[in-house]
Nanobody, 123 residues
Framework: QVQLVESGGGLVQAGGSLRLSCAAS????????MGWFRQAPGNEREFVAS????????YYADSVKGRFTISRDNAKNTVYLQMNSLKPEDTAVYYC????????????????WGQGTQVTVSS
């Protein structure tokens, strides 16, 4: 079993920044990937960013490229999402996820999920 605990959400004005954290515990393997996804009311959950734990390779959704940065701290088993230049359309519940295997952007291929943290960007 893997447990994922997110933190760092909140309310911020447009143009501001937030940093989300996700701490993983439990059974993890050497080859896995972690990602951030988000879901706004009435929308499907969508991919934001992901990172390979072993290589550090990253993927980003086009909508956040250049504004968001995903990173990891191997010693703390924690992944971060630094969000800059936030826009009202970034408002959503942000979820951390983990999969055992290679890096992917497909939501359906992540089987371990955190509880989510709300990010609200006011205009």
């Amino acid at each position: 079993q893997v447990q994922l605990v997110e933190s760092g959400g909140g309310l911020v004005q447009a143009g501001g920044s937030l940093r989300l954290s996700c701490a993983a515990s439990g059974r993890t393997a050497s080859t896995y990937a972690m990602g951030w996804f988000r879901q706004a009311p009435g929308n499907e959950r969508e991919f934001v960013a992901s990172i390979s734990w072993s290589t550090g390779t990253t993927y980003y959704a086009d909508s956040v490229k250049g504004r968001f940065t995903i990173s990891r701290d191997n010693a703390k088993n924690t992944v971060y999402l630094q969000m800059n230049s936030l826009k009202p359309e970034d408002t959503a519940v942000y979820y951390c996820a983990l999969r055992f295997g290679v890096l992917t952007v497909r939501t359906s291929e992540y089987s371990n999920w955190g509880q989510g943290t709300q990010v609200t960007v006011s205009s």
